[in-house]
């Protein structure tokens, strides 16, 4: 029972640590913008900053997870990240955003990130990664949308039936309440943590000098190869804040009605990062990884030609839909990766840092892109705009799954670290 206590309470922390950074911009963005007074190019430029303290955060937060207890790491980041909840929910200006924003970032990353990858990795054993990972990435996506769904009630309670009929004042009350809601449960999971994942003295990892580890997972271009699919992998992922606010410039939504489509997406991630991960572990990760990227190019493409007049509503939506399956399809599996290109137990974290490090850089560069790609072109236009770049990043990803299918090949690349 413990094991599966174990796994359950790593997917609770590893999707509310990014609810007060992420959930609160992914299924209320529009709420969010009304209330901050944002522009999306704004919003992105805080996201810019939440990027590059991250990006900094990756490689020394990778040799801490391999010097220091999950317990000790994933506690200290979800209470932190509460705390900077607590703040949020003041309605700060602009710049008080833009360091709170940099805060999470070194709080979900430098405390968190590779400590909940390591761990992860060691619940699969030797045989199981791809189901490790699959059940991570969709026990998040459940945790998403369920937390999501509870916070789109109460926003709904602050506001009155007819959601644009709401003033200032309800759509600011409304927003604190989620955004402390957000806190709670952070907070809450913070504590679970503290509670259930073994301290240091219950496993058997033997805790080394994590720093020589960098330089041997610098030299592997097997490891860059991963960090590049990343990339990829990432911006489709991002393209799924955009979908509330699609939602209501373009399909003629309310906020209420955009913040509960973008929630009831996020239903679609535990059945695609499982199916996935099952798939992965029977056949090859690389190769999944490879046909996931090759159905979301397809799905952005359409995206990018279609209109409501055009094609209907019910195509628009399920090409959505489509594109969701393929992005969590691919997050549920990258990681399982490691396994695949057999990078050493002992070097994990220094992996998944220096993966982390170059595969998220989105964080620093795809919202400030997006933001002005819509503010350049409001409307339907500027989301054409953004799901064609979408769709040409996925190609690239196609492209990038057989670099690293190359690499696999090479056994020069496998040399004892």
């Keep these: ?49 939440y990027g590059v303290t991250a990006m ?5 937060g990778g040799a801490i997870a391999d010097r220091f207890s999950a317990r000790f790491l994933l506690t200290a980041s979800l209470v932190a990240t509460a705390c900077g909840g607590l703040y949020m929910a003041t309605i700060p200006g602009p710049f008080q955003m833009a360091l709170l924003y940099g805060f999470w970032g070194i709080t979900t990353v430098f405390l968190f990130w590779a400590a909940l990858i390591r761990a992860t990795r060691e619940w699969g054993g030797k045989s199981a990664q791809g189901a490790a990972f699959g059940i991570l ?28 009929l709401a003033t200032d004042e309800e759509r600011r009350v409304g927003f604190q309440m989620v955004v402390l809601g957000y806190s709670a449960v952070a907070f809450a999971a913070g504590v679970l943590a503290w509670f259930v994942i073994p301290g240091p003295g219950e496993n058997s ?25 990343i990339i990829c992998a990432y911006c489709g992922y991002k393209g799924f804040d955009y979908f509330s606010l699609y939602a209501v410039q373009v399909l003629g939504m ?26 992965a572990d029977r056949f090859d990760a690389a190769r999944s990884i490879g046909v996931a990227f090759l159905v979301l190019a397809i799905a952005y493409t359409v995206l990018s030609i279609s209109s409501v007049d055009s094609v209907g509503l019910t195509a ?10 393929a992005v969590f399809s691919l997050r549920g599996i990258y ?15 220094a992996a998944v840092g220096m993966i982390s490090l170059v595969g998220y850089t989105p964080e620093i560069f795809f919202a400030p892109i997006a933001g002005r790609i819509l503010d350049a072109t409001p409307g339907p236009g500027g989301f054409l705009n953004l799901f064609a770049l979408l769709a040409a990043i996925a190609a690239l990803g196609v492209i990038f799954v057989a670099c690293l299918i190359w690499l696999k090949r090479n056994k020069s690349n496998y040399k004892p670290v």
């Design 316 to 325: 628009i939506l399920f090409n959505l839909g489509i594109s969701l399956f």
């Design 205 to 229: 990892a033997v805790r080394h000098n994590p720093f020589p580890n960098m330089a041997l997972v610098i030299r592997r271009p097997i490891i860059w190869a991963q960090a590049a699919i």
């Design 137 to 164: 990435e969709g026990g998040r996506g459940v945790a998403a949308a369920v937390f999501a769904g509870l916070m789109v009630m109460v926003l709904a309670w602050h506001l009155p039936e007819d959601a644009a």
């Design 335 to 349: 990681f399982a990766l490691l396994q695949e290109t057999r990078t050493p137990r002992h070097i994990t974290g």
């Design 56 to 60: 900094l955060c990756y490689f020394p």
């Design 1 to 49: 029972m413990s094991r599966y206590l174990y796994i359950v309470t790593l997917v609770i922390a590893g999707e509310m640590a990014f609810g007060l950074p992420f959930h609160t911009a992914r299924f209320f963005r529009p709420t969010l913008l009304e209330v901050f007074g944002f522009t999306n190019t704004q919003l992105g430029d805080l996201f810019a900053v």
């Design 254 to 279: 309310d906020e209420v009605e955009g913040a509960r489509l973008a929630s009831y997406g996020a239903y679609i991630r535990p059945f695609a990062a499982l199916a996935a991960g099952l798939i």
